[in-house]
């Protein structure tokens, strides 16, 4: 069994953040029923790279998932959608503030119908606030969140962090705020809304830079690979490319020293404590790559992994998707898709020893499981979803 088994979500959402969301909750066992637009689906079907046509990008976040079609242009299938939350444990969506309220489909009106509903909402900057109405991207929130300010080159441009984290983050949030919701109504009996945006999520994992300024009035920057306090915390340049090397404390650079061959730094009164390293951390920064100029990354990971010091090699994606601990912790999976194939995605990252997540099923072709709900949840006999089918507008 499953943590989530018995669980059922009305999911939609669409892209990455709330996708991100329901397809955490599915890999634990939550009955994800996807309800997405006829004929186009979800706008990520159509994002690149493609095997053949269909979207890797969407078939990665959406496995564990059954999709049915509905058009909420039309009244009846906004009721039939009404009478599918009347089955379900929670609502995912992550449309603009407002957007579900011109479908008379908003919290409020969904409530009345299901008091124990959680109803989830996934946006930019939330539903209060004066920017609760602006669009968002990923980009967006990464920018005015702050984020991008201190990522980078020292004294370079503000830089975009390479994974999409401002909806990767907001969706870990998203279903952290489900769970909370399920465990209060396990206990209460109540429902609620969950409200989660964007760009609170971005602030929210800025722990060392707010620090910082609110205790020293000082505006972070980008400092490169370098940590803002604590030293030596970076990359170094080894014979053949980059070497990560953390020393966090006095005890392991004095270790780091006399592995280096340079125990007079110990002492050094640049360098004798942590926040002397961290003044002058260029100075040290340039003594450091000297010594490791002189020996490769393999040779230097082997030297400092048997002293039991913090390192690591900047992998580039083939090397940690073929990593042999990657893979002993199941952390790439292929799923074998009707129309694509076989396609290897990223596993289930929590390991539970009594009810474990896992990636079962591919993802849903567009509306694949619209009979097959509607008899399951609704009691439609098989003339009933025909005649759905048939209907005026699908």
Not at 46 to 62: Q, R, T
Not at 105 to 133: M, Q, V, W
Request: proline letters at 6%; hydrophobic letters at 40%.
């Amino acid at each position: 069994m499953k943590a989530l088994e018995g669980i059922r979500v009305l999911d939609l959402s669409r892209v990455l953040a709330g996708p991100y969301c329901t397809m955490m909750l599915a890999d634990f066992g939550a009955d994800i029923i996807k309800i997405e637009p006829p004929n186009v689906g979800d706008d990520s079907r159509a994002f690149g790279p493609f095997i053949g046509k269909e979207s890797a990008y969407f078939m990665s976040l959406n496995r564990n998932k059954r999709s049915i079609t509905l058009n909420f242009k039309r009244k009846e299938e906004c009721d039939l959608f009404k009478e599918l939350v009347k089955h379900a444990d929670v609502v995912v969506e992550n449309y603009r503030p407002g957007t579900m309220e011109k479908f008379g489909l908003g919290y409020e009106e969904l409530k009345k119908i299901n008091p124990k509903l959680i109803y989830a909402a996934c946006s930019g900057f939330g539903h209060t606030g004066p920017y609760r109405d602006k669009p968002a991207y990923d980009i967006i929130v990464q920018a005015m969140g702050g984020i991008m300010s201190i990522t980078g080159a020292e004294n370079g441009e503000p830089t975009r962090i390479g994974a999409s984290v401002g909806d990767v983050i907001a969706g870990m949030f998203t279903a952290y705020g489900v769970m909370l919701a399920m465990y209060h109504r396990e206990r209460t009996g109540e429902g609620q809304k969950v409200d989660v945006g964007m760009l609170d999520c971005q602030l929210a994992i800025l722990e060392n830079a707010i620090a910082r300024y609110v205790t020293s009035g000082v505006v972070p920057g980008p400092l490169g690979n370098r940590h803002p306090s604590i030293t030596p915390f970076s990359s170094y340049t080894a014979e053949d490319g980059y070497i990560i090397v953390g020393a966090g404390n006095d005890r392991l650079w004095e270790r780091l020293c006399n592995i280096l061959g340079r125990p007079d730094l110990i002492k050094d009164p640049r360098f004798d404590t942590n926040s002397n390293r961290t003044a002058n951390a260029k100075e040290l920064g340039d003594i450091l790559n000297g010594i490791f100029k002189a020996k490769t990354i393999n040779e230097w990971l082997g030297i400092l992994e048997e002293a039991g010091l913090p390192c690591a090699p900047i992998n580039t994606i083939d090397k940690i998707v073929n990593d042999p601990h990657i893979k002993a912790r199941d952390m790439i999976v292929e799923v074998e898709h009707p129309i694509a194939g076989k396609l290897k995605m990223p596993g289930v990252p929590v390991k539970m020893s009594a009810t474990p997540g896992a990636v079962e099923t591919h993802a849903p072709l567009l509306g694949q499981h619209t009979g097959e709900i509607l008899q399951e949840i609704l009691g439609w006999d098989q003339e009933k979803v025909n005649s759905f089918f048939n209907s005026e507008g699908r």
